[in-house]
Antibody, heavy 123, light 113 residues
């Protein structure tokens, strides 16, 4: 069965960086893109960006451009999201999500989600 | 960016009754070339990731009970739960994937009356 398993919770100081992993199993990793979505405490869902697991193409939210980097390691079927220059308003649960449509060249809708990784930014 | 606005923000419905949640986009999410509306719905329970319900505005995801249905086109969409069950208590989000950035509605909290 399809599973996305994310790395554990992180506590970081303002200005630091964090890298969250998302290990996929149960399907051909390169057939579906991965998006990252975050959710601040008690708030709604915010799309951060997308990566094609086939080509490595990325599409980032404008507000995070320059601070976020999404990568994949196809040898381990793992996607990564790195966020630098962390601020207190980056405190959130970070989710990876699998694109519903195989081979999509743009981000779309999501059929499987990771369990979430809480990143806390505090001095 | 396409702004997604849901109404109401919260809703209380009796068990067995119909629940209706609306979602309006600031511009059309209908692709006239393929006649598809790039609109999805998710359910989120506390402490869990979102659970996909509907895509292409009206297609149920695998395993979703048929009491959940989606309708609408262009800029106005509706999620309907035909007969509310206790396990449907959750926050519901609409999402457009017509263009990037992908955007979500603010969420509608559904409770039992």
């Amino acid at each position: 069965q399809v599973q996305l398993v994310q790395s554990g919770a992180e506590v970081k100081k303002p200005g630091a960086s964090v890298k969250v992993s998302c290990k996929a199993s149960g399907y051909t990793f390169t057939s579906h893109g991965i998006s990252w979505v975050r959710q601040a405490p008690g708030q709604g869902l915010e799309w951060m960006g997308w990566i094609s697991t086939y080509s490595g193409d990325t599409n980032y939210a404008q507000k995070l451009q320059g601070r976020v980097t999404m990568t994949t390691d196809t040898s381990t079927s793992t996607a990564y999201m790195a966020l630098r220059s962390l601020r207190s308003d980056d405190t959130a649960v970070y989710y990876c999500a699998r694109e519903h449509i195989a081979g999509a060249k743009l981000p779309g809708t999501y059929d499987y989600w990771g369990q979430g990784t809480l990143v806390t930014v505090s001095s | 960016d396409i702004v997604m606005t849901q109404s109401p923000d919260s809703l209380a419905v009796s068990l067995g009754e119909r629940a209706t949640i609306n979602c309006k986009s600031s511009q059309s999410v209908l692709d006239s070339s393929n006649k598809k509306n790039y609109l999805a719905w998710y359910q989120q329970k506390p402490g869990q990731p979102p659970n996909p319900l509907i895509y292409w505005a009206s297609t149920r995801d695998s395993g979703v009970p048929d009491r959940f249905s989606g309708s609408g086109s262009g800029t106005d969409f509706t999620l309907t739960i035909s007969s509310l069950q206790a396990e449907d208590v959750a926050v519901y989000y609409c999402q457009q994937y017509y263009s990037t950035p992908i955007t979500f509605g603010q969420g509608t909290r559904l409770e039992i009356k």
